[in-house]
């Protein structure tokens, strides 16, 4: 288990996302984000796991940089939440291979059982970067929905619109992903 270090205030402040819902917490101070997260928990779930906080600190340190956390590996491939140019390549690089596939998708029960999986991801977040090119990519497919699609945000890994990658053919994204993103992403992602 990872222990956060005392520090200042982590980047994008304290977050968590319960495993079991996509109910997410985010605050700037440690203990106002442990007691919310808990009231969520006894709320929603029944009885607070005394290893709640290791397992919410846990959560966090995949995310964080280098040196936010005791026990890391600093070299682990971590995702950062900005989207950079590479970024946008490789999603350019996505929409040829589909093209290129016959723009082919899975089914609707395929799409909402990895909704499911991303709505309760800690990677499901929100990427900064080009507005623009989020608001394009909503616009593809435009019949294909799920009943989670208000929960879903964007992946942190490979920063493709959550809402849309779903319904994408797993080898068609896997052609455009790299080695270091399929490091990152959780055991339990449907990407793996």
């Known amino acids: 288990?990872?222990?956060?270090?005392?520090?200042?205030?982590?980047?994008?402040?304290?977050?968590?996302?319960?495993?079991?819902?996509?109910?997410?917490?985010?605050?700037?101070?440690k203990q106002e984000w442990f007691r919310l997260a808990c009231k969520h928990v006894a709320s929603n779930h029944g009885e607070v796991s005394y290893q709640l906080m290791a397992q919410m600190e846990h959560q966090l340190c995949q995310t964080l940089p280098p040196g936010w956390c005791m026990y890391d590996d600093?070299?682990?491939?971590?995702?950062?939440?900005?989207?950079?140019?590479?970024?946008?390549?490789?999603?350019?690089?996505?929409?040829?291979?589909?093209?290129?596939?016959?723009?082919?998708t899975v089914d609707q029960a395929e799409a909402e059982r990895r909704a499911r999986i991303c709505v309760n991801c800690y990677l499901n977040t929100h990427v900064q970067g080009c507005a623009t090119c989020?608001?394009?990519?909503?616009?593809?497919?435009?019949?294909?929905?799920?009943?989670?699609?208000?929960?879903?945000?964007?992946?942190?890994?490979?920063?493709?619109?959550?809402?849309?990658?779903?319904?994408?053919?797993?080898?068609v994204l896997r052609d455009s992903s790299s080695e270091d993103q399929e490091k990152m992403y959780p055991s339990f992602c449907w990407m793996k």
């Open 134 to 171: 989020h608001r394009l990519a909503l616009e593809i497919l435009p019949d294909h929905h799920t009943p989670l699609d208000s929960s879903l945000r964007a992946c942190a890994v490979c920063k493709c619109l959550n809402q849309k990658k779903i319904w994408f053919d797993l080898q």
């Open 1 to 29: 288990m990872l222990a956060l270090q005392a520090k200042e205030v982590p980047p994008d402040g304290y977050r968590w996302t319960c495993p079991d819902c996509g109910y997410q917490v985010q605050h700037i101070e």
């Open 74 to 104: 600093e070299n682990r491939p971590r995702p950062p939440f900005a989207l950079s140019w590479d970024d946008v390549k490789a999603g350019l690089a996505t929409f040829k291979n589909w093209s290129l596939s016959g723009f082919k």
